[in-house]
């Protein structure tokens, strides 16, 4: 248990659909990070926000929104997915300034 | 560009040791570190190396060289549950800190 949720672990969804993705940090940090981990690759970063300001987009298509109401809850919204768009979505949280992330447990994403 | 390099599978038996190499390619490093994943778990923080040299955690430790743009985790005394993918990490102060992850190396441990 490293403090960072994420809902829900396991996500189908059709290409038309549109759905999101919850991460809920309780450890007090200020950054918060998406991060798409496929199989055999590098874990990419999506999106990083410090102190509920956007400071990085990864060029990540539009199809992914991020949204982050405050420091402590991130959002993935999701819509006209693409089957490639498969894969873990880890969300991650960090104290600014310290380099050590920590992460949830991830959503494993089908899109069929 | 950035890039990292470290090998994609790494087989050892239990009790020896193993070193996983990391080799990185940055404009402006900052600093490394290590992340230990288990199959279906998160990525969990291992070490972290700023500066030249040895840093010793337990039975984990990690090296860096900053002019040979190489580090290292070594692994001693090596447990079934050490089995995992091991991520090396650079913190790259191009771009406002941005950290880019290596493409992990599996660890399998044999009885």
């Known amino acids: 248990e490293t403090g960072v949720t994420q809902t829900p672990r396991h996500l189908v969804m059709g290409m038309t659909n549109k759905k999101s993705l919850k991460c809920e940090q309780h450890l007090g940090h200020n950054a918060m990070y998406w991060y798409k981990q496929s199989a055999k690759k590098p874990l990419e970063l999506m999106f990083v926000?410090?102190?509920?300001?956007?400071?990085e987009n990864n060029s990540v298509p539009s199809r992914f929104s991020p949204e982050c109401p405050n420091s402590s809850h991130l959002f993935l919204h999701l819509h006209t997915l693409q089957p490639e768009d498969s894969a873990l979505y880890l969300c991650a949280s960090s104290q600014d300034g310290r380099n050590e992330q920590y992460f949830g447990p991830g959503t494993r994403l089908t899109v069929t | 560009g950035q890039s990292l390099e470290q090998p994609s599978e790494v087989t050892a038996v239990e009790g020896a040791i193993v070193q996983i190499n990391c080799t990185y390619q940055?404009?402006?490093?900052?600093?490394l570190s290590w992340y230990q994943q288990h199959d279906g778990g998160a990525p969990t923080f291992l070490s972290y190396?700023?500066?030249?040299g040895l840093e010793e955690t337990g039975r984990f430790s990690s090296f860096l060289s900053r002019s040979d743009s190489y580090g290292y985790l070594l692994l001693q005394e090596l447990q079934m549950k050490d089995s995992a993918s091991y991520f090396c990490a650079v913190r790259d102060r191009t771009g406002g800190f941005k950290t880019i992850f290596g493409a992990g190396t599996r660890l399998f441990v044999k009885a």
């Open positions: 940055t404009s402006g490093f900052y600093g």
């Open positions: 926000y410090n102190f509920k300001e956007q400071t």
């Open positions: 190396n700023a500066l030249d």
